[in-house]
């Protein structure tokens, strides 16, 4: 395992930095979830469980282990000084004046441990006029331009899944990664910073640089792309599929198939850009073809020209999908009262000779307390006492 003998400690709330930690905890870091007696409010989003632990919960905190506690209690600063000593990497996406109450904060951990590296993540990083502000997800894909450039011009839409925050967490990881390395040369730990509009405009960044060089302010066109033609979703006879047309070879195969070869010589549609600028009539011509088919043909049909299409899937259906059980992406773990066992996804990607840990469940409130304790050093009658004045 890469990050066997890796100890995270995870303060992180929500999914930008819990996902960072269960992507190093996927490749064996003893990863602890730190919670308050009873639990956080992410634990409980969505529940599926009869304790309440909630959907993305189940995702967030697959592999690791759980600490309920105060840590702003004295009792809980000793304990969070103990397991700083042990740890090499600390995540908490909290708020910087949070992160120095708690003494969370790098100089403070630093202190404790010289080679200690801590991951943080905030809405609008630590600079500037909106430092001091709290955010999630929606606010970094407002403010990046993609809000704006998504659904109609009377309608802005959001993404539904929280790809800003999901974007966070893989950046965090990225640079954990990077300190652990620079810490092999060094001896010392650093702070890793990382922010939701950071992310965002990251994300985003091309629809900005295309403003800042070609001065053009787009609008939204709804599902269509700005460069290339036909991409959008389209109606068949009996639901709806995707096709993302990019490139010249891909859109004479295309052309061929819908019947329209010509389509292929006209200046109009000569470029990536220009059939973006003109995809109206592309999607109505594709619409026209589609509608005559089901999803399933119309998608063999493309498959077989080589042209990228897809079916749109319900949630429900998406799991259920043979591909998705030929890659192996859904590992399913038995939770304690759920209705059946939960179909995590973990890191989908593969080390050709390094494997992830075995995959294992979230764990319940406080389900490992004793355990990471008594390795701090407390026999069980220091533990009974912590847990009577409810520290942990």
């Not at 006029?129 to 999630?136: C, M, N």
């Not at 965090?172 to 922010?195: D, H, I, N, P, Y």
């Not at 198939?257 to 109009?268: H, M, S, T």
């Not at 999908?321 to 859904?330: D, F, I, K, T």
């Amino acid at each position: 395992m890469p990050l066997k003998g890796i100890r995270v400690l995870d303060f992180g709330r929500y999914i930008a930095g819990p996902y960072c930690a269960a992507l190093l905890a996927d490749y064996g870091a003893d990863v602890i979830r730190i919670e308050a007696p009873g639990g956080n409010d992410d634990r409980y989003s969505v529940p599926v469980a009869d304790d309440g632990s909630g959907a993305m919960f189940m995702q967030m905190n697959r592999t690791k282990r759980c600490l309920t506690l105060k840590p702003g209690s004295p009792e809980g600063r000793e304990i969070v000084r103990r397991l700083v000593a042990t740890a090499d990497v600390v995540i908490a996406n909290l708020p910087y004046d949070a992160l120095v109450r708690l003494a969370l904060d790098y100089n403070s951990l630093a202190a404790i441990n010289p080679g200690i590296i801590l991951a943080t993540a905030s809405a609008f990083g630590s600079e500037g006029p909106l430092a001091s502000r709290v955010g999630f997800d929606a606010v970094g894909q407002a403010m990046s331009g993609a809000v704006h450039l998504t659904g109609t011009a009377d309608q802005p839409h959001r993404a539904q899944a929280n790809y800003v925050d999901f974007g966070t967490a893989l950046h965090s990881a990225f640079g954990v990664m990077l300190a652990l390395r620079e810490r092999e040369a060094t001896g010392k730990g650093q702070c890793v910073s990382g922010s939701l509009l950071g992310t965002a405009l990251t994300l985003s960044n091309a629809l900005t640089i295309d403003h800042a060089l070609n001065g053009i302010e787009r609008r939204p066109i709804g599902n269509r792309a700005f460069s290339s033609g036909p991409t959008d979703l389209f109606r068949t006879r009996d639901g709806w599929i995707v096709t993302q047309v990019v490139g010249n070879a891909i859109f004479v195969r295309w052309a061929d198939l819908v019947g329209r070869p010509e389509l292929a010589d006209d200046p109009l549609y000569a470029s990536d850009i220009s059939r973006g600028d003109n995809g109206a009539e592309l999607s109505a011509i594709m619409q026209r073809w589609c509608i005559e088919r089901t999803s399933a043909e119309a998608i063999a049909e493309l498959a077989a020209a080589r042209v990228p299409a897809a079916p749109v899937l319900r949630p429900s259906e998406a799991l259920a999908e043979p591909q998705v059980a030929a890659m192996g992406l859904v590992e399913p773990v038995a939770y304690p009262g759920a209705s059946k066992d939960i179909p995590v996804i973990r890191a989908p990607i593969r080390l050709s000779d390094s494997d992830k840990v075995a995959p294992a469940r979230a764990p319940q409130v406080g389900e490992h307390s004793d355990a990471i304790l008594a390795e701090l050093g407390y026999d069980a009658g220091a533990i009974s006492a912590l847990r009577a004045a409810r520290i942990i």
